[in-house]
């Protein structure tokens, strides 16, 4: 009885590995884009090397950064698609950016938002990895700010060349790790006496969501191969030395799981139309562009604002001074459209450069003087698992008596206003297109669907 069962589950670790094996190979037949946006994410944080921290939605090169794409398979022509931005001070042109990616070159001087393509092939038998290479000149922001910046990458684009699906291998290091990790699961679940029945189709729908994956998010995939491997392995190594605990594990999440099943099952149908409605109201509530309004000296704003002072009061004005650093985070409040920001601004004295508000790739600069001006952007905002703008004050630091602000609603239009010293004011405008913004106290600034002083527009 006992070879019995051991040729049984011989069968079925060969009959899972080689399932595993196909999928993950059919998996790199689909060839679709890999973007890596070098925001505050997952896939910008394991992807770069030697890049200074995320600001918003981009990331500042030293004078030697690479990003490094995740097993898109061996053997591919490939476009990369780097956007980047050479800011430099009012006066000096732009840095010079060296761009290498297999063996290719590409030498520019991007201006602002700038994307840099270069054609290469992507090589190697056990592993596929792409090296973005970024090497440009360097400046130092100001004396208070001393590091060494070359130049914003807001995100690297791998594109490959022909149909979505063609001819392609699998790098051999996804081969291995995908299928022992799978064999280690399948061990783990023998040594528990998991029926054979349920065993099998745990380990093909384990292995049917690695093929997925690497066909339609393939950077994530090829990330995570490994550390699943290394769980999987410490995982059964602990159950083998420690037996009764990992027991006691093991029986704890059955009960959690038949628990949930049976919660399902009583709930049924009314669970499900609960759900749905739900989703749809969230949907709806974005689609209709509600207004919010938050009060910065309240403390509620707590959440979406980060590098503020405490609230203040000077002249009879109510203010939070904006340190180095300042933002507001509105990536949640909808995204998919593009949004538009208007600034009107005037300084007191000698006419001083200044970058007003930076949201995206996109940011306005201008020179202020006494008189007012407009001074207009729009920015597209993406869509994904947090879908919205970062909101920036670059013009904010020690140095700069920074001040945030604000004052009722305009004509439908909700302001935010800054003061910096000598003395110059900046109101941020917002308009909704479909319902106008409450009036506020003069110690509060509206908010549009999108962000503060923010204007969606049409796609």
């Known amino acids: 009885m006992k070879d019995e069962a051991r040729s049984s589950w011989l069968g079925e670790a060969g009959l899972l590995l080689l399932i595993s094996l196909l999928l993950v190979s059919a998996g790199y037949l689909v060839r679709l884009p890999i973007e890596i946006p070098l925001g505050r994410g997952v896939l910008g944080a394991l992807t770069t090397e030697n890049f200074h921290e995320a600001e918003g939605e981009y990331r500042w090169t030293r004078g030697r950064s690479s990003v490094v794409i995740p097993d898109p398979g061996p053997g591919l022509t490939v476009r990369i698609d780097s956007l980047v931005s050479g800011v430099r001070r009012r006066g ?175 709930a049924g149908r009314p669970s499900l139309g609960l759900v749905v409605a739900g989703t749809l109201g969230v949907a709806a509530t974005y689609i209709a562009h509600p207004s919010l309004e938050i009060d910065l000296g309240s403390g509620r704003e707590t959440t979406l604002v980060n590098g503020f002072a405490g609230f203040d009061q000077a002249d009879g004005i109510s203010f939070r001074r904006a340190l180095q650093g300042a933002r507001i985070d509105l990536s949640d409040f909808g995204g998919a459209t593009t949004w538009k920001i208007t600034v009107t601004a005037s300084l007191s004295g000698q006419p001083r450069p200044l970058v007003l508000a930076r949201a995206g790739s996109q940011e306005i600069e201008a020179s202020l003087g006494s008189a007012w001006a407009d001074y207009e952007l729009q920015a597209k905002s993406p869509l994904g698992w947090r879908s919205g703008l970062m909101v920036e004050l670059p013009a904010a630091s020690d140095s700069v008596d920074l001040r945030v602000i604000g004052c009722g609603s305009n004509e439908g239009r909700a302001c935010l206003r800054f003061a910096s010293s000598p003395s110059w004011w900046v109101p941020l405008s917002c308009q909704p297109p479909r319902l106008p913004l409450v009036d506020s106290p003069a110690h509060r600034f509206g908010l549009g669907r999108q962000r503060f002083s923010s204007e969606p527009q049409s796609p």
């Open 92 to 266: 000096q042109s732009p840095p010079l950016v060296v761009m290498e990616a297999g063996g290719e070159t590409l030498q520019i001087r991007p201006t602002r938002g700038d994307t840099l393509s270069l054609v290469t092939a992507t090589r190697g038998w056990w592993s596929s990895d792409l090296e973005v290479l970024f090497r440009s000149e360097t400046f130092m922001p100001s004396e208070a700010d001393q590091r060494a910046l070359g130049v914003r990458v807001h995100q690297v684009r791998l594109v490959p060349e022909g149909p979505p699906i063609g001819l392609g291998r699998a790098p051999l290091r996804q081969l291995v790790t995908t299928s022992l990790g799978l064999l280690f699961l399948l061990a783990l679940l023998r040594r528990h006496r998991c029926p054979h029945r349920r065993a099998r189709w745990i380990g093909l729908a384990c292995a049917f969501a690695w093929g997925l994956g690497f066909a339609f998010a393939r950077a994530y995939a090829a990330l995570a191969s490994t550390p699943f491997l290394v769980s999987a392995g410490v995982v059964l190594g602990l159950d083998a030395l420690f037996p009764s605990l990992a027991a006691t594990l093991a029986e704890t999440i059955q009960e959690s799981v038949w628990a949930a099943r049976r919660g399902l099952r009583l």
